[in-house]
């Protein structure tokens, strides 16, 4: 059975830090990208990060490039989503999804994922 499970979210205070886990189980992340999204209340879901499975190629969001860093450990069958100099409109729900390519980051067009985490809540308060 096919699962992405995230974790690592929970309460910040605006500039802090926080590590966000996607953990596969199922299938491998060696032939498979994993794209982080998030959605916040009354807003649209917005992709935020991806990291692709041939060769580790990263794309960001505007918003959040230079300040989060997405990584993989396919020993683990991990990814992981580090989240630095964390700003109010950074808060929503984080999904990590698998698919083939990073759709909807850099020249992909934007498909739905095959798989899809249950998704895992970030507020940043003071």
């Known amino acids: 059975q096919v699962q992405l499970v995230e974790s690592g979210g929970g309460l910040v205070q605006p500039g802090g830090s926080l590590r966000l886990s996607c953990a596969a189980s199922?299938?491998?992340?060696?032939?498979?990208?994993i794209g982080w999204f998030r959605q916040a209340p009354g807003k649209e879901r917005e992709g935020v990060s991806c990291?692709?499975?041939?060769?580790?190629?990263?794309f960001y969001a505007g918003s959040v490039k230079g300040r989060f860093t997405i990584s993989r450990d396919n020993a683990k069958n991990t990814v992981y989503l580090q989240m630095n100099s964390l700003k109010p409109e950074d808060a929503a729900v984080y999904y990590c999804?698998?698919?083939?390519?990073?759709?909807?980051?850099?020249?992909?067009?934007?498909?739905?994922?095959?798989?899809w985490g249950l998704g895992i809540q970030v507020t940043v308060s003071s």
């Open positions: 990291i692709s499975s041939r060769d580790d190629k990263t």
């Open positions: 199922g299938f491998t992340l060696d032939d498979h990208v």
């Open positions: 999804a698998a698919d083939l390519e990073c759709y909807g980051f850099g020249p992909y067009p934007l498909y739905d994922y095959e798989y």
